[in-house]
């Protein structure tokens, strides 16, 4: 890829708190993902930073392409979390408590790990925590130009005049 | 007060079809439709990270689900939804446009299995329906010439297949299962002055160029070239009401913008605001000729509310896994697998399924979802697997029995003051014995394939997979049905219901193409009693 296209690909992941015009006459509530500044709803600036460093672990920046950071999937988490009811709000606020209770007894890294010990059957509220997080990064990534263009490579989305199938692989 | 020829109310497929041709035939014709017209560009081509919430709060559909659509009051089994879109077009805004006929024994439960109920109607009735209304939309795909899932003569090109989709036909070829190519109201040339499909794979999100039918698109224009067309949106039904015999001589609505209550007369009455909505009306419908509701001095309507249960299973082929990253999108299904159990032996249950093939979009890799693990390993084997996704979705027939229904409270009003829909439903033995049937076939097939296979079963059968039937359902008995053959009320003779309301029994077809048919039946039947002087 270009690095042109991919400084575009950045650009196009930033955020902006502005309307989106639908079809004649309508309009979305919302925050569309446009360039510009985003300033935070739910988070604090010392939760951003933990959400970034444990959701560039789970999807991280590598040769083939910028991870979550880049991405700024946190920002896309705090647009989700703010405009959640309020149950989902506690359990992102106290399971961030409880990740950084973790860290400082080890590291950061660790509490991860300790956070997906039992994936899909978790055991007690950091790991049920986990299950959020690592679905939110997903949710927030694979959303992402980043995610969608850089990383997967995503080819569709256009207009063909043919469909040309495939041969028998 | 103007009395219009006929009232149309509901402008999704079967009633957009009824306008057009009864607008045709010299009626004059108003349509009301609860909800207005959007026009493309729709938000389908939109980019997650160009949407509120990158998409994944329906903000695409939104335009079809305004806020005002009423509540639903559920007394059901896990699972179960009833869906009822608010737009100019209805469903055929937000449809994948899989378009199938009914096979002859799908119209004869009762005379071949010994359940449900036979149709008033068989085939052999609406064979010319289905002909003409395939030739009026324009369906690609080809006549398989298969009992179970008849075809017709006239077909525009089928879409091209996928990899994954001829690696799913040597599965289904080892198993002695049919694969064809879908037949889908999509334009793969052009046709009717209408641009062909480009191959974005936003079928449901609303199609800019009209490639797929919707009723705005190819029914309208039509009926509004008769110059016998009236269309009034924001138009939302709340009482169908009669004269000192019994008869329907208007409809009572109020207008969603200006808040007013009006009334437009007509000499017909046509109801397609699909199953929910039509049996609300009809049960909204209250007068001393009819305290039971419009046409329900039996009790029926409301009553034999069904549907599909649909199972989906996503498999990400080891053949494909690492292949350079290509456009897959397409036209979202491009083959289908007609309903195949019924070729090895008499199962322990009535019914069958017939299973839809890559419906969603290619874009959000939804293995991610299902793979543990995190960091550079996850990040590699989320990106190698996308390539070989394949998802399945097996829509299968329950059946239609007089307690699960749509019913109104009179208690609870929606914010135009009209009593809201309840709906009662429970699975019965032989849903769940086929539902546990068609996910065993579903892996079964899967394991023909080397691959990750995520099935989505739940731990029931789930419904209605958008596709409700059976509410104002017509009989050949005037004591158990509501409608007869024509589509007409027992009851009021210049009553009619054309949506999928008024089917007798359900198939594991998609319903859309037969809602059609019948539509355009019924409005033959209301020109020629027109004629005779009758309506």
Known sequence: MERRTALKIVALSALAPVGIT???????????????????????????????????????????????RAAQVSLFADLMVATSDNHLKEVWRSGLQLMRHEASRSSLQAALARSAVNEGNPKN????????????????????????????????????????????? | MMTYDVCVIGSGPAGGTAAKELCEGGAKVIMLEAGQQVDPPYLSHKWPYEL?????????????????????????????????????????????????????????????RGVEED????????????????????VCGRNDHLAILPGGNHYLPPIPWRASEHVLARATKSLGIPLISVRKAVLTVPYDNRSPCHYCGHCMDGCDVSAIFTTPDCMLPKARATGNFTLRQNAIAREILVDREGRARAVSFVDRITKKEEEVSARVIVVCCATV??????????????????????????RYLHGHHLTIVQTYL???????????????DHVYIPRYNHLFGKPDYTGGWGIQVNYASYMFPFQAHHLHGYGAAFKTQVRKMQPGFLQMGAFGKTLSTPG?????????VDQYGIPVPVVRYQFVENDVAMWKAQTQSLLEICSKMKGSVYPDFGTGPSGFASHEVGTVRMGK?????????????HEVANLFVTDGSCFTTSSEKNPTLTIMALSVRAADYIKKQRKLGQL
């Open chain 1, 22 to 68: 639908g079809p004649a006459g309508t309009t979305l509530e919302g925050t569309a993902w446009t360039p510009g500044s985003y300033r935070l709803r739910f988070f604090n600036e010392q939760e951003i930073e933990l959400l970034d460093n444990l959701m560039e672990m789970i999807i991280p920046a590598d040769d083939h392409s910028p991870g979550a």
């Open chain 1, 125 to 169: 509220d950091l790991e049920r925590f986990y299950g959020h997080l690592k679905e939110m990064t997903i949710n927030g990534y694979y959303t992402s130009a980043i995610g969608i263009h850089h990383d997967l490579q995503y080819q569709g989305n256009t207009y063909l005049q043919r469909f040309p199938g495939t041969s028998e692989p």
């Open chain 2, 52 to 112: 509120p919430y990158r998409g994944l709060r329906d903000e695409k559909q939104a335009l079809f689900y305004p806020k005002d659509i009423s509540k639903v009051i559920y007394d059901s089994s896990p699972r179960v939804d009833v869906d009822r879109v608010r737009v100019l077009g209805g469903r055929s805004l937000h449809w994948n446009a899989v378009t199938l006929r009914y096979a002859p024994q799908d119209f004869e439960e009762w005379s071949m």
């Open chain 2, 119 to 138: 149709w008033p109607i068989g085939y052999e009735e609406l064979a010319p329906y289905y002909d003409r209304v395939e030739k009026l939309i324009g």
């Open chain 2, 277 to 302: 909505e039509s049996a609300r009306l009809l049960l909204n419908s209250r007068s001393p000729r009819h305290p039971n509701g419009l046409g329900n001095s039996n009790g029926v309507i409301g």
């Open chain 2, 318 to 332: 080891e053949e494909l896994k690492g292949t350079p990253p290509i456009n897959q999108d397409g036209a979202t």
């Open chain 2, 404 to 412: 699960n229904s749509v019913s109104v409270d009179l208690n609870q």
């Open chain 2, 477 to 489: 008995n005037p004591k158990t049905s509501a409608l007869d053959s024509n589509c007409r009320s």
